[in-house]
C-alpha cells in the first residue's frame, strides 16, 4: 500500500518536472520568435504562377537572395487565380503585400493612386536603361517616375502549321493581313483543316490589324476619346476583323462548306495553344506563353520540323504587334522600401532574369543583351529577332481602365461576329460604353 | 453548535450540511452551463456578425459611396443606384444585352427559377417518395439521389459542359428519341438557360429529397391505413394525404430553392464564362455584381445592385411565405 503511494508519488513529480520542462522550452522557442522581427525584415511578395517550375524557380532565387542578404527574409504567397482583384482587395484591407506582380493593363489604377512607390527614385539610371523602353511605358506615372519594373514580357507572332502548309502548296507564311485570310481559304480548301483560329472577341488581338493600317494610337480617359471608333481605318479594320469569323466561319457552314476560321471551343479546344497544338488549325496568332505550352503538351509536334513561327502580319502602313508585360511593383506604405527595392532588383536584373525567364523558357527577358544568351530557346530568340520588322510594338494598356474596356469591347465584338448584331450596331455601342465609363 | 450527543444527530446534521452543499454546486453548475455555453455560441455569433451583419451593413454604406479599394472613398449619394436604374430601364425599351447586363441578368434568373424551383421541389419530393417505401436496396437509392447534392458545383458544372457537347452523350441520348434535334447547347444562346437549369435541377433535387423524407417519415401512418381501408390507392393516397401533410416543407423548399436560384453564380460563370456567353444568355445577376465589383471596380455600384437582389430575395420569399404559411393548430 505504501510503496505503491510512493510509486504514484514519484510519478507525478517525473509528469510535473516533465510538464515544466515542456513550458519552459516553449516559453523560450515563443521568446526567440518573438525576438527575431526586430533583428530581420520582412518582405512579402505576392505573385500568380505559370506552373510548380516556375514556383521553384523563385524558391531557389529567393532563397539565393537570402543567402546573400542574410537580414532580409522574403515570404513568397502565390494567388492563382484573380491575382489583381486579390490585391486591389488586399489593399482595401490594409494587409497588401511589400512586392507583387503587376500587369501593364492595371498600372494606371495603382499609380494613379499613389498606391505603388515611385521605383525610379531608389535605383540609378543605369540599371533602368537596361530595360526595353517601351516596357517602362505603361508604369511610368504623369510625374516621369518609373512604378514598376517588368520582369519578363511576350509579344504576339503567327504560329503556322508547317506540314499543312506543305500540303496546301504553300511554301511561305503570309506577309499581308489579306494573304492570312486568303492562305487560310487555300489550306480549308486543300486539306479540309480550319486555316486559322482567332477568339470571338479580343480587343487586343484585333488592335495590330488597326495600328498596322494607320488606325491613331488608342488611349481612353474621357467621354471625347469615343471618336476613335469613329476613325475610318478603325471602323474599316474593325469590319474586317468581324467578318473573318461572320465570313469564315458562320456564312461558309450557312453554304455548307467547312469554315476556314473557327473559334477554339469550335474544334474543342480549350485556347489557341490547344487547337495549334492538336493540328485543328494551321494557323494562329498568340504569344511567347504558347511555345513553353506547345514543348510540354505537345512534345512529338516539333519546332523548326513541325511548325514555325513568323512575325505578325503587315499592314497598309506597316507591322505592328502586341506586347504583354508584368512589372514587380512595391507597395508605397511598405515599411523597408530600401530592403524591397534590393529584392526587386535582384529578381529583374540580369542574374534573376538568366533563371527565371531565359533559362524557363515561359516569357522574353525584359532586358537588353540576353538576346544570345546559349540558354535562350531558339522559338523564343527567333520571335525576338522580329523585333527590327515591327514598325511598332502596342502595350496592353488602352487608359486607365484597360480591364473594364478590354472585357466589355471584347463582349460587344463577340456578339457582331456571331451575327447577332451588325457592325453599325457594334460599333456605336463601343462608343457609348467608352462614354459612360469617363462619365463624370 | 454544541456538540453532538448522539449519533444519530451527528448523522442528521452532515445529512443537512451536504445537502447545502449539493444545492451549491448545483447552483454554481447551472452558473457554469451557462457561462460555457455562452462562451460556446460566443464564437459563432463574433463570426456572424464581422462577416455576416457587419459585411451587410457595410454593404449598404458602400452603396453610397465611389471607390475602388485603394484611397479614400468618395460620397456619390444615390448615383450608384442611378446608374443601376438607367441599366434596367435601358434593358426594358430593349438594348442589347451588353448594354444593359443588370437587366439581363434579372431577365435571365427570373426564368430560371421559374423553371428551377417548381420542377426541383416536384422531383424532390417524388424522388423522396421512392426513398420511402419499404423495398430492398432504398439506401442505395438515397445515396445515389444524395451525391449530387455532396459534390462541388463546379465539377458538376465542368462534366455536363462534357456531356452537352454539340457531339456529347446527352445529344447522343436525345438522338435516340428525337432524331435530328442536336442544339449545341452551351454556345446556343436559345439553349444555355436551359441547360444550365437541367444542371441545377439535377444537382439539388437530391438535397431537398433528404428534406422531405424526413417530413414523410413523420406523417402518422394510421391515416394512409384509414385511406387504405377507404379504398384509394398509392396515387391518391400521395396527393390527397402525402402532399397536404408535407405542406410546411413544401414552404420550406421553396423559399430556400428560390434563395438559392436568385443567387445563382457557381453554374453560370463555369458553364456560360463570366461575360455570360452567346447572347449573355448565361449572365445572371450575381455575376454582374461580381463584374461590377472585379473588373470594372466600382464596388459602391455593386453593394447598389446587391441591394436590389436582397429586396427581391427578401420581397418574393415573404409573399410566399405570407401567402401559404401554414398556421399551426
Not at chain 1, 378 to 392: A, G, V
Not at chain 2, 272 to 296: Q, W
Request: charge should be neutral; include cysteine.
Amino acid at each position: 500500500m505504501a510503496r505503491s503511494k510512493a510509486l504514484a508519488k514519484s510519478i507525478i513529480a517525473l509528469i510535473v518536472l516533465v510538464i515544466i520542462i515542456a513550458a519552459a522550452l516553449a516559453g523560450w522557442y515563443i521568446w526567440t520568435q518573438m525576438q527575431r522581427p526586430t533583428e530581420k525584415i520582412y518582405i512579402r511578395f505576392a505573385g500568380w504562377s505559370a506552373g510548380e517550375t516556375e514556383m521553384k524557380n523563385y524558391e531557389k532565387i529567393i532563397s539565393l537572395f537570402q543567402e546573400q542578404h542574410p537580414d532580409i527574409i522574403i515570404k513568397y504567397e502565390v494567388i492563382t487565380q484573380m491575382f489583381h482583384e486579390n490585391i486591389l482587395a488586399s489593399y482595401g484591407a490594409g494587409v497588401a503585400p511589400d512586392v507583387f506582380y503587376l500587369d501593364s493593363s492595371w498600372a494606371p489604377i495603382f499609380i494613379d493612386k499613389g498606391a505603388v512607390l515611385p521605383i525610379s527614385d531608389y535605383v540609378d539610371e543605369e540599371f533602368i536603361n537596361q530595360f526595353y523602353s517601351f516596357l517602362l511605358e505603361p508604369f511610368k506615372g504623369a510625374d516621369g517616375k518609373i512604378y514598376g519594373l517588368p520582369k519578363d514580357w511576350s509579344m504576339l507572332m503567327l504560329f503556322y502549321n508547317k506540314k499543312l502548309f506543305q500540303q496546301a502548296g504553300l511554301t511561305r507564311p503570309p506577309d499581308t493581313w489579306d494573304e492570312l485570310v486568303k492562305y487560310a481559304e487555300i489550306i480549308t480548301n486543300k486539306t479540309g483543316v480550319p486555316g486559322l483560329a482567332i477568339y470571338l472577341g479580343g480587343f487586343n488581338r484585333y488592335m495590330p490589324v488597326a495600328l498596322s493600317n494607320g488606325a491613331p494610337k488608342p488611349w481612353f480617359d474621357s467621354p471625347d476619346d469615343a471618336s476613335w471608333f469613329d476613325h475610318p481605318v478603325v471602323r474599316e479594320t474593325m469590319e474586317w476583323y468581324i467578318n473573318l469569323y461572320l465570313k469564315g466561319k458562320i456564312e461558309r457552314e450557312q453554304k455548307g462548306l467547312p469554315p476556314y476560321v473557327v473559334a477554339p471551343s469550335d474544334v474543342g479546344a480549350g485556347w489557341l495553344g490547344d487547337a495549334f497544338g492538336s493540328q485543328k488549325v494551321a494557323m494562329v496568332i498568340s504569344g511567347n506563353w504558347m511555345i513553353p505550352f506547345l514543348a510540354d503538351q505537345y512534345p512529338d509536334f516539333k519546332f523548326g520540323e513541325d511548325w514555325d513561327i513568323a512575325p505578325v502580319p503587315r499592314g497598309t502602313k506597316g507591322r505592328v504587334t502586341m506586347a504583354y508585360t508584368v512589372a514587380l511593383a512595391i507597395n508605397s506604405k511598405t515599411e523597408n522600401p530600401e530592403a524591397a527595392v534590393e529584392f526587386v532588383k535582384f529578381v529583374v536584373g540580369k542574374e534573376g532574369q538568366k533563371t527565371l525567364v531565359v533559362k524557363m523558357g515561359h516569357t522574353l527577358p525584359s532586358i537588353k543583351g540576353l538576346e544570345n544568351d546559349p540558354d535562350m530557346w531558339p522559338q523564343h530568340r527567333k520571335s525576338l529577332s522580329f523585333l527590327d520588322e515591327y514598325t511598332m510594338v502596342q502595350i496592353f494598356l488602352w487608359g486607365p481602365k484597360s480591364g473594364e474596356l478590354e472585357s466589355k469591347i471584347s463582349d460587344i465584338m463577340a456578339a457582331a461576329m456571331r451575327g447577332e448584331i451588325t457592325i453599325d450596331e457594334a460599333l456605336e455601342s463601343m462608343k457609348q460604353v467608352v462614354q459612360e465609363m469617363f462619365q463624370g | 453548535m454544541a456538540k453532538p450527543i448522539f449519533k444519530s444527530q451527528i448523522f442528521f446534521e452532515s445529512k443537512e450540511i451536504v445537502q447545502k452543499k449539493f444545492s451549491k454546486i448545483i447552483v454554481k453548475k447551472k452558473y457554469r452551463e451557462a457561462l460555457s455555453g455562452l462562451l460556446l455560441v460566443s464564437i459563432a455569433t463574433l463570426l456572424n456578425f464581422v462577416f455576416g451583419y457587419f459585411a451587410a451593413l457595410f454593404a449598404v454604406y458602400l452603396s453610397f459611396f465611389e471607390w475602388n479599394y485603394i484611397g479614400p472613398m468618395k460620397f456619390v449619394g444615390l448615383k450608384n443606384y442611378e446608374i443601376l436604374l438607367r441599366d434596367l430601364l435601358r434593358g426594358i425599351s430593349g438594348a442589347h444585352y451588353f448594354l444593359a447586363p443588370f437587366y439581363t441578368g434579372l431577365k435571365n434568373i427570373v426564368l430560371y427559377t421559374l423553371i428551377v424551383v417548381p420542377t426541383q421541389t416536384f422531383l424532390a419530393m417524388v424522388l423522396a417518395a421512392f426513398a420511402n417505401q419499404k423495398i430492398k436496396g432504398v439506401q442505395f437509392y438515397k445515396v445515389s439521389y444524395f451525391l449530387p447534392a455532396v459534390t462541388c458545383p463546379v465539377i458538376i458544372s465542368l462534366i455536363f459542359i462534357w456531356l452537352f457537347m454539340k457531339y456529347g452523350f446527352i445529344n447522343y441520348m436525345i438522338q435516340l428519341i428525337i432524331p435530328g434535334f442536336a442544339p449545341d447547347w452551351i454556345h446556343d444562346k436559345n439553349y444555355l438557360l436551359y441547360a444550365i437549369a437541367l444542371v441545377a435541377i439535377w444537382g439539388t433535387s437530391g438535397h431537398f429529397m433528404v428534406s422531405f423524407l424526413a417530413a414523410m417519415q413523420s406523417i402518422p401512418r394510421e391515416l394512409y391505413e384509414a385511406a387504405m381501408l377507404d379504398g384509394a390507392g398509392p396515387i391518391r393516397r400521395f396527393i390527397y394525404i402525402t402532399i397536404p401533410m408535407l405542406k410546411p416543407m413544401i414552404v420550406y423548399v421553396v423559399v430556400m430553392g428560390m434563395i438559392g436560384a436568385l443567387q445563382m453564380f457557381d453554374l453560370a460563370w463555369v458553364m456560360a464564362g463570366p461575360s455570360g456567353g452567346p447572347g449573355g444568355a448565361g449572365y445572371t445577376m450575381a455575376l454582374d455584381i461580381y463584374r461590377e465589383a472585379f473588373i470594372n471596380l466600382r464596388p459602391g455600384v455593386a453593394a447598389a445592385k446587391s441591394m436590389f437582389l436582397f429586396t427581391l430575395i427578401f420581397v418574393s420569399t415573404y409573399i410566399f411565405q405570407k401567402k401559404y404559411k401554414v398556421v399551426p393548430r
